[in-house]
């Protein structure tokens, strides 16, 4: 029997100009054959990660395949071009996206081009055709892959063909003769036909980067994708997402016309050669719920580095046949819950777990990217009959590997045997030819708000609580700047009052929403007093981490839906409201700078401060003093918001983001205290102990200034950190003379987590500084000099000469980085290269200029014929000098400069 599936990429709703890709409808069925084969059509979503999936003739789950023994797969163009395409502009496009896909390292891929043909529907016919002229309007959609594939087995005899001895024959649709192919036995799920239709009607294609067009080659790479079997990824740059930006490509990756790692691992492991195990790694693991196997969870290898995906599987479902051609043997030898990571490029790993089913958070990856073994998948639920009865509860959403992995997460009732903090992750290391097992992951179990607390576990105590912004708390909007182009941004205020009593963790936010421009999302949390709303204090996290959500920094193109899951890790010890900030600009106008939120760049703001009349600037800068009672009018669409004011100006009412703010109680970690809670600029050898829970031995402590980031440099070194016990770190800190001054945050990573906890506990005062340099007294050099406050350090890098245009050589260098004061200057000492060692004793050659005051300096005489002069250079200012610039291994280490 035979199957036929379709891939119909028709958009979600999009603005005008905008069509997505791949966003197929997941009960769809191909009704586009003109075979009577309705009887064997199965819901065939193209959604997934890793392989497209079909049904058999048994209702088991198999994978689509092309058979290796039919190779090449012969492709062909509808002979008629349509509305203004010709053979001369499609055909060079379409070879090259074939041949992305057949360049690809260690795989078995090959295609043929077999010649234009009159066929303009797609059909099982043995014509693997690409249609540019279907007779009518096919639908709202880009493009559409159209494959048939066996759902029971075929034998191929010879002479099916008509021609006895050749070794060939068909194999069929029907009683059709669709792809003629070597005598053999044939696996259910494998391909014999497929087509692509582009929806030229409504969309415009080129291949010239258009712009407001769609690019030929990147949909095709899209679409041979499908041919080949392989189901979308969540993975935005991969050319298997589920949806193209018009020319020119918003997401600034290229996605649309290049092939990603997660597609090569996925064709990879389909169609490996002798070299794809030799030359890739592999990882393979169980993932398991309440002791049994789970189904459908998305397992991604993320590079250690900088967490960007790299590729991805689904688990194996308990409905895939043990007899699947391309994953029966791994189902049989380890059942439900095995998940097998090929083709991963030599490197450093995490590997990350997420499960999608019956998610109650405002994520689109259910409607655009899942396949059979994940709409089998009863994660969320407990599902009856794979996990002896609901349990009642959400388990936990993701989880990294680590090797302090529970064997098993719990059952809701009783805990698992490891406290387990799922942002801890063991890094593996993957060399060619590898193959790592038992990476294997217990789902922790995490009980929502309410249930009894023998039902929380995996830690123990933890509880949940979900939030989801109000609209009356959501500010935004966009500005128009002078070149038309929107900056889109949001604020969300979460009050005290709808949040858990203190203290509690912030764990992540999580988003989706279309972009409206080609910029990364950026944004953070900051934290405010709610006795008074107007104090809002500095980002105690500013562009958070993202885990699998569209590429790096969360980029997504025009009108592309993108997921987000930030995490924070954030202990909150005070009641304060949470302010969450998502802004995606399409040029500069909107800035966040140290405590601020500024919408500027558009027009000034006439406003007032006690009825005195100021203004606040584009720039975010202004002329107001006095109390912070800003009254404001006037502007553009402006939202100004800082550290004495939360006002909106015109907001033009786009509201398209729901935010969902995720916090526990109880978790894994937490940090609640510190003691000292104040510094003081120039302190040395000051214990500070932290406290709180979860802390393990080896955890690392950094002190930082709240600002962008949330990591500017404090100048809080710390000398060392003590482990006293899983409540208690005692840390030894030295303070900079120049510390920045002001709020304080803690911040503890224990060993392999990846994302750090952080808490605001601390303050750093300012000492006395009499002269206003930045620098206390107590550690100024010249404490009544405001030009002048430490020694210089030494020039930066390499001196460069050069022949100087008048005769003999130029010097040039680069000033310190810590001059020591606002006017360095520096001294230049010369020497007999022939005396140049450390026997000669006394000083090396001679001053040869003293106070230079700028960064160049010409000696305009040159060595006599034989000899070698050797410079030598320092900084000195009215603190003293630095030592002198020497390079490493050279005699003149060991040589005293004359003095200058």
């Not at 708390?473 to 949001?490: E, M, R």
């Not at 912030?506 to 972009?515: A, D, F, H, L, Y």
């Not at 510390?739 to 750093?764: K, Y």
Request: hydrophobic share 35%.
């Amino acid at each position: 029997m035979v199957a036929t599936r379709g891939s119909r990429h028709q958009p979600a709703s999009p603005p005008p100009g905008r069509r997505a890709r791949a966003a197929m409808n997941p009960y769809g069925h191909c009704l586009t054959l003109a075979l009577a084969m309705a009887a064997f059509l199965m819901p065939t979503p193209v959604q997934g990660g890793g392989n497209i999936e079909w049904l058999n003739d048994t209702g088991d789950i198999i994978n689509v395949f092309w058979d290796s023994r039919t190779f090449p797969i012969r492709y062909k163009l509808n002979e008629n071009a349509a509305l203004g395409l010709t053979l001369i502009v499609v055909k060079p496009e379409i070879d090259a996206a074939f041949a992305q896909w057949e360049d690809l390292p260690d795989d078995m891929l090959d295609f043929a081009w077999g010649e234009t043909t009159a066929v303009n529907t797609a059909a099982a016919d043995g014509v693997n055709v690409l249609i540019f002229n279907p007779p009518i309007d096919p639908g709202d959609f880009v493009s559409a892959a159209t494959c048939t594939a066996l759902t029971s087995e075929q034998i191929v005899t010879d002479a099916s063909d008509g021609t006895p001895g050749n070794g060939l024959g068909f194999l069929r649709a029907g009683a059709v003769n669709v792809l003629l192919a070597p005598v053999g036995t044939y696996a259910p799920g494998t391909n014999i036909d497929c087509d692509i239709t582009y929806e030229v009607f409504g969309t415009t294609f080129t291949a010239d980067g258009t712009s407001g067009t769609q690019d030929i080659r990147g949909i095709s790479v899209h679409e041979i994708g499908h041919w080949l079997s392989l189901s979308h990824t969540l993975f935005h740059e991969a050319s298997l997402y589920p949806f193209f930006d018009v020319n020119p490509p918003g997401d600034g990756t290229d996605s649309t016309g290049t092939v990603h790692s997660d597609d090569i691992s996925a064709a990879g492991h389909i169609y490996k050669d002798a070299g794809y195990d030799a030359n890739t790694g592999t990882i393979t693991g169980v993932i398991s719920l309440n002791g049994l196997g789970a189904g459908g969870v998305h397992v991604s290898a993320l590079r250690a580095d900088n967490l960007d995906a790299v590729a991805a599987r689904f688990s194996m479902s308990r409905f895939l046949d043990p007899l699947d051609a391309v994953d029966g043997a791994d189902f049989l030898a380890q059942g439900t819950g095995f998940y097998r990571l090929d083709g991963l490029p030599p490197g450093d790993y995490y590997i990350y777990a997420e499960w999608l089913d019956g998610t109650d958070e405002p994520f689109n990856r259910l409607d655009w990217n899942h396949n059979l073994t994940t709409l089998q998948s009863r994660v969320a639920d407990g599902d009856t009959a794979d996990y002896a009865g609901s349990l009642g509860f959400l388990p936990q959403r993701f989880e990294f590997y680590n090797t302090l992995e529970s064997a098993a997460g719990g059952d809701g009732t009783t805990a698992g045997s490891a406290v387990d903090n799922p942002d801890e992750a063991t890094m593996i290391s993957i060399a060619p030819g590898d193959v790592i097992t038992g990476v294997d992951i217990a789902i922790n179990l995490d009980p929502d708000t309410g249930k009894a607390v023998s039902q929380r576990e995996n830690p123990t105590g933890i509880s949940r609580h979900d939030v989801v912004n109000p609209a009356t708390n959501l500010v935004s909007g966009v500005s128009q700047p002078a070149d038309g182009t929107d900056d889109n941004f949001w604020l969300m205020r979460f009050p005290a009052s709808e949040l858990p009593a203190p203290p509690y963790n912030v764990i992540e936010g999580i988003w989706t929403k279309s972009g409206r421009s080609d910029q990364p999302y950026t944004g953070g949390l900051m934290l405010a007093d709610p006795a008074n709303a107007n104090i809002i204090e500095p980002f105690i996290v500013f562009d958070p981490p993202r885990l699998v959500a569209g590429s790096a920094n969360g980029r997504t193109g025009l009108a592309e839906q993108v997921d987000v899951r930030e995490r924070f890790n954030v202990t909150v010890n005070q009641a304060r409201d949470l302010l969450f900030v998502v802004k995606q600009p399409e040029s500069s106008a909107i800035q966040i700078v140290d405590g601020y939120f500024i919408v500027g760049n558009i027009s000034p703001l006439a406003c007032s401060r006690n009825g005195v009349p100021c203004t606040i600037n584009p720039d975010g800068s202004d002329d107001c003093s006095g109390p912070p009672s800003n009254v404001c009018i006037g502007g553009s669409g402006n939202t100004f918001s800082t550290l004495d004011n939360f006002q909106t100006f015109e907001p033009s009412g786009v509201m398209d983001i729901v935010y969902r703010v995720r916090t526990e109680s109880a978790p894994a970690v937490l940090i609640t205290g510190a003691s000292p809670a104040t510094l003081n600029q120039d302190d040395s050898s000051v214990l500070v102990t932290i406290s709180g829970a979860g802390f393990r031995n080896g955890a690392q402590v950094d002190f930082l200034s709240p600002g962008i980031g949330g990591t500017k440099p404090s100048g809080v070194t710390v000398i060392s950190t003590g482990f006293v016990s899983s409540s208690t770190l005692e840390v030894t800190v030295d303070v900079a003379a120049n510390a920045t001054p002001g709020l304080l945050d803690v911040q503890v990573r224990n060993p392999e987590v990846v994302i750090p906890n952080r808490a605001r506990l601390m303050t750093l005062n300012a000492g006395a500084d009499g002269d206003g340099d930045g620098y206390t007294d107590s550690g100024d050099c010249a404490a009544a000099d405001p030009d002048l406050w430490a020694l210089p350090g030494s020039i930066e890098n390499t001196v460069v000469a050069t022949v100087a245009a008048g005769g003999g050589v130029r010097f040039d260098w680069e000033a310190p980085a810590d001059p020591g004061g606002t006017n360095p200057a520096y001294n230049v000492v010369r020497g007999d290269g022939a005396t140049l060692n450390s026997s000669t004793g006394g000083d090396f050659g001679s001053c040869l200029f003293a106070g230079v005051a700028s960064t160049t300096a010409t000696d305009s005489s040159l060595p006599a014929p034989g000899q070698i002069q050797v410079y030598m250079f320092n900084t000195t200012n009215g603190c003293g000098s630095s030592t002198y610039v020497v390079p490493a291994g050279d005699p003149l280490r060991d040589s005293n400069p004359g003095n200058c």
